[in-house]
């Protein structure tokens, strides 16, 4: 079972980024992902430095939509930790059950359209080469 | 190599559906997976009913962020034909480079956290099962 | 590249591998799977013992279904050699175009409703778990 | 935690579903994958109906043989509920414990090989692709 | 639930195979995994043979290092069972901490640039298909 | 197809990672996964960022050890692209045939038993747990 290292028995490095998580999301709580990679602090530095940037940084694609692709991505690959985790923080932006039953639906479909294509061995159209 | 059945040598049963493709389209154009899927008329029918319905119908998802939905698995799942097709099709709904840049780092990122998450075993917060 | 080797070009150990895949198939085709294989003589000997075993031998499930269900797998993965390959295994013990189609239908349904499972976080029913 | 909706505090709607679940399957009990999906009635009722043509319509693969298909699929995404339904699903049409390990065998085996293919870069031999 | 079969309950064919892993590692403890597999004992057999020789023969990788590849891909396929068992494995074997943040850095970097180059269907550059 | 931009075309901020590249991998030539990335300069500048301190900064695993376990996990996910270029720089790095023979074993087995694992549904020894 992997040690979840809290703040009190926490390095000065691994505070750093618990502060900036708090400070960011704006809540003291702190997940048990974050506590697990502070077993090794580069690899927590670095993945929160990505999530932040990827997910919540200024860009064209609304908060909201993000982690309805992030939950996309995880179902595919059967994650159940990120389900569970970026499901809570979907609802938490503002995803209801209608939105989540849409996200499934296209989910669900594009896994079998996925093998369809595989199956068939489908040649590229040339339009979609452009 | 999968036959690839074009109109003219398609059965009554399968124009049905191409002429519900063009329809809905509002395009001459058979891309070639429905070609290769009309070798068996009835998963030609439902996967055709069943995109439709997911892709196209009305909801709280817009479509362009489905197409995204879709490329994030489709790029998951490393199906060739399905992120050339979906790329397209989301350009043609408005998709821009840096939507899609927006797009490959959340995808990618989701990748590599949900490994960590395996990885490391972690287990699920008791606030996220509520 | 992958440097295939030819039967003129292999060990000892490698063409008694040949030899046997051969007189087991009853063709004298060789094809490029075992000629990449034997750039390691202890895989190609071990795979091909498993294949002959799992695909080959006596058992409950006939043969044709055995290519069914590895063509259902390498669809899944995406595995491009081993869709082809088999495929071409599968129509010469039998599949038709019919049976392709179905078996497809069931592939890209499974992975699919995989997904929806995943997604919805399900409990296995207590009845399943005997 | 997903919502398991019960028959008695369901809609009109995902009643006619549950009730054609009961009578194809001629029993009364519902297990927990439509109690999930009825959370969307579309997707619950989308995915009824492709389940019940793919996995119960009539076809040259055996409704055994389908099982098995999709078990092969759920194995090699690793999704638990299917894994444990529809080997639930599957001894009640007859699978052994023999047949269960040659499957297992059969779908251990591609993945493997699936894996060998992709690393030694194979490329598909010309008889293959026609 | 599948039948653990314990040494007492076991078949001699089994029990041959239990022996082996027990001189092999030098420990007697079995794990759930071979118990599991005695089910079917062809496949109990052709496994344990195919494990003990590409984790335990002489080769140019170390044992150590086997395990940290073999984590590596169960961490990427989401295999629990595999994912504890292994990593308890590589700790016997000298795995500590620091090594086991850097073995999860490093899968969780390549499952993050492998979608990234699905994604940006990047062609292979000439000089690396030699 | 994804425009692959050259030093030439590109922005400032582009070409410093670029430079960072050439001066890191002490060679003139850029490959083309970084010309793709380079549509989207946060996302070139984050994964090379990534690649380097995980692929390259002082560890416990040795560089060629660290270019075995990502080819482990591309080839598992099957990223054409990333089995190319890192088969590649593993052989820059010292990986000769036989070395990359037991990883492709070691790599197969697991995506075996990972499967075996799933499917006789093993639980979890209590001593894995610790």
Redo the contacts between chains.
Sequence with gaps: ??NLIEYEDASEEVRTVYDDIRATRQTD?I???WK??A??P??LK??WE??K???A?P???DPL??E??????????????????H??AARTKGM??????????????????????????????E????
């Design positions: 079972m992997t709580y997940n048990n992902f697990a990679l077993n090794h580069p690899t670095r993945t990505t999530l940037e990827v997910m940084s860009g064209e694609i939509m993000r309805l692709i992030y939950i996309a991505v995880s179902v595919t690959n059967g994650c159940e930790y990120c389900i569970a985790s499901t809570a209801n059950e209608q939105m989540f039953g849409e996200l499934m639906a296209i989910t669900g479909a594009a896994n079998m359209t996925n093998r369809l294509a595989n199956g068939y061995q489908i040649p590229v159209d339009q979609f080469k452009q």
